[in-house]
Each structure stands twice: as structure tokens, then as C-alpha cells.
């Protein structure tokens, strides 16, 4: 069975496009599959649209992605975990890639990304170099992350410590295991964050982020491009 794990707080305006974006992605192949939706202390109608999409909904109180992730692998009933951000619309491409890669001995993966929407100029630059720099290290995207439920357990799940960057450290603890894979078909994200916040305020808290390591990752307060809640009403 294959468990898509989707990690969602306040994901009214997203959450749906997401979970038929899976549901469709799944259909073509043979393993049967579920899909759990990690409510993470949402104030919106998240929950009541992960039951009315058939999901099964898994509940707690964090404000942290890493103990969102966690909390849908523990509840997972298959072994195959594929960890979807709420905001991110996976393919068919993306499910059968994955489950070959893990069939030929990966420990586990990802796949490159794209913004929907408008990205201003500066948003495109910056995505573009950093994209180049990211997955030319072999790193693993947040966004859409998959292994198995054993290699899950060998290596603890996600980090807690970590508020952001979780998926670095999620990454080079699988590849301890073994090889690891980054798809060349990229998911489609939300380019929210590029549209809401400006170029100093994204930038400045990335670079913070970098020179801080895991002291300033492991601080839910500094990181308020992750934590503030802000959401979009409108399709971009």
C-alpha cells in the first residue's frame, strides 16, 4: 500500500486541488493507497475538506511540520510513504518513478519543483540558481519526499529539533542508507511565499537560516515565513 501523508494547517484554498491531484496520480497504478491529512492545530474548514475528499484526518497541535510529517507516518498503513505538501500537485509520473526507484534499491527521493502562478523576476532568478545549486547537491525538496516505511523507521523520521530544513536533514540521513533519487519531473507548488513577501525579507531569512544552521532552524520565532499563517484568497 502506498500512504500519501499530506501536512496541513489553515490549507482551505489549497487542500483540495492537492488531494485530487494525488487521488488522480495514484489511480494508474496497481498498489491500493490512502491518503492522510495531518491537521496541524488548523483554524479553517481544512479538516471537514480532507473527510469530504474521502482522506483520513490525523489531528495535533505543533505548528511544526517535521511532528505534522511524523504524525502521518506513525497513523500510515502502507509501506510506501509519500510525504505531499498541502500545497503541491503531484502526477502520475511522479508515483510510478518513485515506487521504481524504491524497487531498485533507493532509499528514498524526491523530485525537482516549479511555482504556479506569477513569480516576479527576481522570484524566477533566484529559484532558478538556487534550484540548480539544491538539487545539484542531491537534496530532497519538502514539498514531495518519499521512501519506505522501513527506511522511515531507521532513520527516526524527521528531525523535531527543525522547524525549517527538516528535509535536508531528512535527506542526508537516507542517503547514510543508500542511494537516494531526485526525479527530473518536477511537482507543481504554490509560488505564494514569492508573491507575498518581498525579495529582502525571503532572502534575508534564507540567508539567516544558512549562516544560523540548526540553532536558528530550531527556533519557530525567527522563522516567521514558515509560522505567520499568511495565506492567499485569490488563484494567482
Known amino acids: 500500500m502506498i500512504s500519501f501523508i499530506v501536512p496541513a494547517h489553515n490549507e482551505e484554498f489549497e487542500l483540495s486541488s492537492t488531494l485530487e491531484a494525488i487521488r488522480a496520480a495514484a489511480s494508474g497504478v496497481s498498489q491500493p493507497f ?13 479538516s471537514k475538506i480532507a473527510e469530504q475528499a474521502g482522506a483520513r484526518v490525523v489531528s495535533i497541535h505543533r505548528r511544526q511540520i517535521a511532528a505534522a510529517r511524523n504524525a502521518g507516518a506513525h497513523a500510515a498503513r502502507g509501506e510506501y510513504l509519500f510525504f505531499v505538501d498541502a500545497d503541491t500537485r503531484i502526477n502520475p509520473t511522479h508515483v510510478t518513478e518513485a515506487i521504481a526507484a524504491l524497487e531498485a534499491g533507493y532509499t528514498g527521493g524526491s523530485a525537482r519543483v516549479l511555482m504556479d502562478g506569477f513569480v516576479p523576476l527576481w522570484g524566477r532568478i533566484f529559484l532558478r540558481a538556487f534550484s540548480f545549486l539544491y538539487f545539484g547537491l542531491n537534496l530532497g ?19 523535531e529539533q527543525h522547524f525549517a530544513g527538516e528535509e535536508v536533514y531528512f535527506s542526508l540521513a537516507l542517503r547514510k542508507l543508500g542511494r537516494f533519487k531526485v526525479l527530473r519531473e518536477p511537482v507543481l507548488t504554490s509560488g505564494r511565499k514569492l508573491r507575498m513577501y518581498s525579495a529582502k ?5 534564507l540567508s539567516i537560516l544558512i549562516l544560523g544552521g540548526p540553532r536558528m532552524a530550531g527556533s519557530r520565532a525567527r522563522l516567521r515565513l514558515w509560522y505567520d499563517g499568511k495565506r492567499e484568497r485569490d488563484a494567482a
Do not use: K, P, Q, Y
Open 34 to 46: 490512502e491518503i492522510i491529512v495531518v491537521d496541524d492545530a488548523s483554524t479553517d474548514a481544512t
Open 141 to 159: 525538496a519538502g514539498a514531495f519526499l518519499f521512501t519506505t516505511c522501513r527506511n522511515f523507521e531507521a532513520i527516526g523520521g524527521f528531525d
Open 201 to 205: 525579507e525571503i532572502l534575508g531569512t
